[in-house]
């Protein structure tokens, strides 16, 4: 039987922009649609697109602070450029442009209406490509985060009564994310991303496991440049994948940023759509209430491909290997010349692969040693194991 799915999405996310030389381009949510439509994938039996709400205040304040709330919406108002660096805005990464708030607060809503429908009108998958912002912090703007929609439509959750998983498969650590939850066991956070020695927060270390009743519940692998494929979906299936199943969460919360795809501007690792859709696929098979929102990916068409396949994969869709050509005509002129939608399996060059591969072991042995007697124990003898 075909899952009942939802794609959260709204017509307003056009009327915003980062500005011309910001790397994060709201116009990939858009191209993405697009895509998904020539591909059929927006006339499913069972699947249906739901508009994206406005979160409202009290919402907000399950996470955010009153103050930071208030100087997000005189910006916001403001015709005026304005900075404020003690809440991180007005920098490079989180600029300040007309309607920014309005922005946010949608982002934010598409979550919590993801979470809703899965929770109380009996969807098994929801959607957001909006959704996505872990770097927001209670009172500061972070790595183009203004609101963290994934806490706060959590709060709604825990609020239920129901146990949370959260995994997070983007390149940047989900800092905003692990803080929320550090001291909590009703959310189990699992992070896989690049190494913060190096690279944006600068944190999401296997030290970083939670304090007090959430020490355990707070995972992360930190990947170095170069990891490919193989390394990507062993991450996941020796960390990520035994701790989910064996927590069993009530909901299960998935960050699916594609900028660990290995021709993001941003980042070092070399992943394709190969280990992606794995992935994906493996969480699936879980039939664990899911929401999945976006994030990063700064690469327009990867984003495209990436969404559109994990859409496709939620329902249940075999996709053709290649873009279809009304796509790969409709993108010739922003200069990107793949034609693919799948990519066949990449390694990574012998010795940069064989550095990835001591890392991602060292991570694992360290996690096996702290995090899974936690987990693995105290859910197998739940179970009667």
């Known amino acids: 039987m075909p899952a009942k799915t939802a794609l959260i999405y709204s017509n307003d996310f056009s009327r915003f922009s980062y500005g011309d030389d910001h790397p994060f381009k709201i116009q990939r949510i858009i191209l993405a649609r697009e895509l998904m439509g020539m591909l059929g994938l927006t006339e499913l039996p069972g699947a249906c697109i739901h508009d994206c709400p406005r979160a409202d205040e009290a919402s907000l304040l399950t996470f955010h602070s009153p103050d930071y709330l208030q100087r997000l919406r005189e910006f916001s108002d403001s015709d005026e450029p304005r900075a404020d660096f003690r809440y991180g805005l007005g920098d490079l990464d989180n600029p300040v442009f007309k ?28 959607f957001t490509m909006a959704g996505g912002w872990h770097h927001a912090h209670r009172s500061k703007a972070s790595g183009f985060s203004y609101l963290n929609d994934a806490v706060i439509a959590i709060n709604t959750l825990v609020a239920k009564g129901l146990r949370v998983a959260y995994l997070d498969i983007d390149a940047h650590h989900g800092d905003g994310v692990q803080e929320a939850f550090y001291d909590t066991d009703q959310v189990l956070t699992v992070s896989i991303h690049e190494s913060g020695i190096y690279f944006f927060p600068g944190t999401g270390f296997e030290d970083e496991i939670g304090r007090g009743q959430g020490r355990g519940y707070s ?4 990947l170095v440049a170069h990891t490919d494929d193989a390394l990507f979906m062993k991450a996941f299936d020796e960390v990520a994948y035994p701790l989910i199943a064996a927590y069993n969460p009530d909901v299960l919360v998935t960050q699916l ?14 992943i394709t759509t190969h280990s992606y859709t794995y992935i994906l696929r493996k969480l699936k098979a879980l039939k664990i209430p899911w929401v999945a929102v976006g994030g990063g990916g700064y690469n327009m068409i990867n984003v495209a491909r990436g969404w559109t396949l994990a859409w496709g994969i939620m329902n249940g869709v075999e996709l053709p290997p290649k873009l279809p050509a009304q796509f790969v005509d409709m993108i010739a002129p922003m200069g990107h ?16 692969r064989n550095r990835a591969l001591d890392a991602v072991e060292r991570s694992i042995a360290a996690i096996r040693e702290t995090v899974f007697p936690v987990i693995i124990g105290n859910y197998a003898a739940a179970a009667g194991e």
């Open 257 to 270: 940023g594609v900028d660990t795809f290995r021709t993001d501007p941003l980042t070092r690792l070399e």
């Open 337 to 352: 010349p793949n034609r693919m939608l799948l990519d066949a399996m990449h390694w990574a060059e012998e010795d940069d």
């Open 219 to 222: 995972v992360n692998v930190p």
């Open 99 to 126: 309607g920014f708030y309005d922005w946010a607060i949608l982002g934010v809503g598409g979550t919590m209406e993801a979470a809703r429908l899965v929770t109380e009108e009996g969807y098994d998958i929801a």
